[in-house]
């Protein structure tokens, strides 16, 4: 707080705006500073889990690199894994962007997986380069359509959309379950859609670039860097992405201003859940092939902390995917060579989601190191 | 087969489903009337439920376990309360945090205590504090069931909703705490300590969160299961907004809740007969929701104040 000092109220203005200057030129310094500040704070939290549990945290973390980067089977699995948690994550921001908190990414996550296994089903006659974006497409709508409801409802009556698209989250996934233990199911004994046709699937990056060696990596991380351009194209150069990035930052002067804010709400958080569709299409296309119930690990929820710890930018989601990608990768190898159970990454993400979120620890860190009074 | 599906039973089963819906839903008023959302009831039921657990396994008292399960959830509180106070953080953001961090850590337990993942071993369950004897007749049947038959925490609830509903309307307490809510700056102007006060209220809605999930588990299912909340925090804050952010409301609208799952538990028994899939009777508590929102927001208001940090003038 700045020292009260009596004076005109003009010069008490003319500080303040000084004084908010200056802040804001701290505040800035610390936006970009603040994630990466939070990863290394939240894995030294995590080391300290790691520690209490009785395990060596260099021991641990050094398994975990090795089993993300350690080879190119290894980054392929980084990639691999990485390849949803940024579509998931260009969701989540895009929802943050027009002002809206798609917490329920994981539902539409898995509609957009059953739209891409049920039109891949269809197409498989076709040739790839006219298959695949059909079923891209038809993943991108289901996974619109989903949000579709939960975006009408914060438009028109203000419903809150961290309940509405929670709750079609779980209603999701009992759709899926139902679909793949009747409508959808293949022979056999597990509950599950048959195997896409060869014309269906994502190309491994290693069919194409035979040097990488076996891996499980595809062409869905290529996509995913193309949606990341097509997103800040998108927010930075089209009417569309203006009015979301309006309203997100002020919805009464957007409306003011004569944007409508219930259409720029349901198209954000349509598109929104259209990108957390794509991110069930890759994984069904390029790593699994079918559709089952579990073909999901998370990636929704994780898909909020690629969105808070890119503060929304569509590269910095690149980055930040890749980041837990590779914390996903290689906790199998730390939970078999340290015997530190993998949940650890979990607690490192919501720590990194705590302190990105609470930017004013940072803030409060470096202003207690710069020496100032604090900000 | 009507006769088979509405039986004393039937309400005995929604009044204990809803009851850790209710506990969070109460809480939730509390806190949101005091300006602070709270989504985190998930994370926070999930922490305590599985404190309860661990802690009776290790004591061998159930009691302590549900101490430990209200202690567990005021910590996690607390971080919420800390963030979306005192740093004025995103109250959302600071919440989701919480809920990962919850799943992060019970998950990280169980496999370090209990060396696999999944549910844990089980506990003696709280047992009811009546049970209806077979051979009394229908009307008994019915009241002794219907109105005698839960366990402590259940009877608790009930009276928490009453008694928070008299302390919102009736005491100084709360008289200030729905001003925190509504126009913080006026509170502080003449003099309560408005984050003093959010942090009470928050404080309450995690032990309230704190008893939801020891019912859960130590009432109700015996054992902890990874994730197993399954989304009550969030229908918890649905029934909150349902019931116009009072503590009774919150507590009838619950009831509502309650018995959707209890009805469906009670139909997917007669899939053979109604023959319809059973994940359609699982999605059920989520529709009803959805469809409860949909008709009550909007009519319904919220705090004024509500997810804004305050910043006391320094």
Known sequence: MPEAKIGTPAEELDAERRFALEQQRVKRAITIATPFISVVIAMLVGSLVILISGHSPAEAYSAMIGGAFGGWRQIGETLLRATPLIFTGLAVSYGFRAGLFNIGAEGQLFLGGLAAAFVGLQVGGLPPLVSLPIIIFAAFLAGAAWAFIPALMKAKIGAHEVITTMMFSYIGKYLVSYIINGPLRAEGNIPQTTELPIASQLPRISDLLPFVGQNRAHIGIVLGIIAALIVWWVLKYTVMGYEARAVGFNPAAAETAGISVASTTIKSLCISGGLAGLAGAVEVMGVHYRLFDQFSSGFGFTGIAVALLAKNNPFGVILAAILFGSLSAGAGTMQLEAGVSQKVITIIQGTIIFLVGAEMIVTWAVARVRGRKGV | ?314
Not at chain 2, 59 to 84: D, E, K, M
Not at chain 2, 150 to 158: A, D, H, R
Not at chain 2, 226 to 253: C, D, S
Not at chain 2, 257 to 283: E, R, V
Request: charged share 10%; proline share 5%.
């Open chain 2, 1 to 314: 087969m009507f006769a088979e599906i509405v039986t004393p039973e039937l309400f005995a089963s929604a009044v204990r489903l809803a009851t850790p819906i209710a506990l969070a839903a109460v809480g939730a008023s509390i806190c949101e009337r005091s300006g602070v959302t709270n989504i985190a009831m998930e994370g926070l039921m999930l922490v305590s439920a599985f404190a309860g657990v661990a802690v009776t396994l290790l004591v061998g008292n159930v009691w302590v376990g549900v101490f430990a399960a209200i202690v567990a959830s005021v910590v996690f509180a607390s971080l919420h309360a800390w963030s979306s106070i005192n740093l004025r953080s995103d109250q959302i953001i600071s919440a989701t945090a919480v809920n990962i961090l919850a799943l992060g850590i019970t998950g990280f337990l169980m496999e370090t205590i209990f060396g696999h993942p999944g549910t844990t071993d089980p506990v003696k369950t709280i047992p009811p504090m009546y049970s209806v004897p077979a051979d009394a007749g229908p009307v008994w049947t019915w009241i002794g069931t219907v109105f005698f038959s839960y366990t402590p925490i259940v009877y608790l609830g009930m009276f928490l909703a009453v008694f928070l509903t008299w302390a919102l309307y009736r005491t100084r307490w709360g008289l200030r705490l729905r001003a925190l809510g509504e126009h913080p700056r006026a509170a502080d102007t003449v003099g309560v300590n408005v984050l003093r006060g959010r942090w009470y209220a928050v404080l309450i809605s995690g032990a309230m969160s704190g008893l939801a999930g020891a019912n859960l588990t130590l009432e109700q299912v015996g054992s902890f299961t990874e994730n197993m909340t399954n989304g009550r925090g969030f229908i918890a804050l649905a029934a909150n907004i349902f019931g116009r952010w009072t503590p009774g409301g919150a507590y009838l609208a619950s009831l509502l809740f309650g018995f959707a799952d209890a009805l469906q538990l009670k139909l997917q028994l007669f899939s053979d007969t109604i023959n319809i899939p059973s994940q359609f009777f699982l999605m059920l508590p989520y529709v009803l929701t959805v469809v409860v929102l949909a008709g009550v927001v909007g009519k319904a208001v919220a705090p004024a104040a509500i997810g804004k940090p305050y910043k006391e003038k320094g």
